[in-house]
């Protein structure tokens, strides 16, 4: 049976990151974006970081940095995997080739098709054999993530269902996740992991136990095979 992996992104607080391994995370997010309101410092992601179980992975979000920065950023805090949620082209995947990168790509069922041949003709190129995943973000924001906007899921699932996805590495869902909608949207694409921020917090980068285990339970109870 299938396992839709769980990443709960945008923590800021030690006692959250706790809390998310104890709910069933697969996967924190960490962002370093200075202008964002969940964006940590060193010394916090430091404090995020000793308190995680082996099996939970931290990632490292980061929107235009410049890739020596990413680096940096990511041997400092011993980061493997980074995610990229702003414009950064596939040449800068190519520059990170010693972490394990995940794109985001701010689209809808319109604009998918364009980045899918954008990205797949890189892999080609470049090889870009560190592209862990694609990551499907709410179109027609100007915010990199957190927005609490859904994604246009049903258009997105047409899009998969033709096939044009094909060639890419694994694809997560994200945009305006919540524990009431996640179960739809992972039956509907089967998507290889979900990633929710706004959708599990009781205010900006405060995240709640609660919620955090009601969106494990109901990806849980996606995975399921379908009964007649």
């Keep these: 049976m299938h396992r839709t992996r769980i990443k709960f992104c945008g923590v800021t607080r030690a006692k959250n990151a706790a809390a998310a391994a104890v709910a069933g995370a697969d996967a924190i997010g960490l962002v370093f974006y200075k202008k964002s309101a969940r964006c940590v410092s060193l010394e916090t992601a430091r404090e995020i970081l000793s308190v995680l179980p082996p099996m ?4 490292g979000l980061f929107v235009d940095s410049p890739h020596d920065e990413i680096r940096d950023i990511a ?8 995610q990229l949620h702003g414009d950064e082209p596939p040449e800068v995947v190519a520059q990170l080739s010693d972490l394990s990168v995940i794109k985001a790509v701010r689209c809808d069922s319109k604009s998918l098709p364009a980045s899918v041949q954008l990205w797949r003709r890189a892999i080609l190129k470049l090889g870009l054999k560190n592209l862990a995943g694609m990551l499907l973000e709410t179109g027609g ?6 927005t609490g906007v859904e994604n246009d899921w049903d258009g997105i699932a047409s899009v998969i269902g033709t096939g ?22 992972v039956r509907r ?9 706004s959708g599990i917090e009781l205010s900006t980068g405060l995240k709640s136990l609660d919620r955090m285990q009601r969106f494990v339970k109901a990806v849980h109870d996606a995975d399921q095979p379908w009964t007649d």
Excluded: C, F, H, Y
């Design 56 to 59: 939970v992975s931290p990632i």
């Design 75 to 82: 041997n400092t805090l011993n980061l493997r995997t980074v």
């Design 141 to 146: 924001t100007t915010e990199p993530g957190g």
């Design 164 to 185: 044009q996805v094909t060639g890419l590495p694994p694809l997560i869902a994200a945009g305006g996740l919540s524990s009431e909608n996640v179960a739809r949207v």
């Design 189 to 197: 694409l089967r998507p290889w992991a979900v990633d929710v921020s």
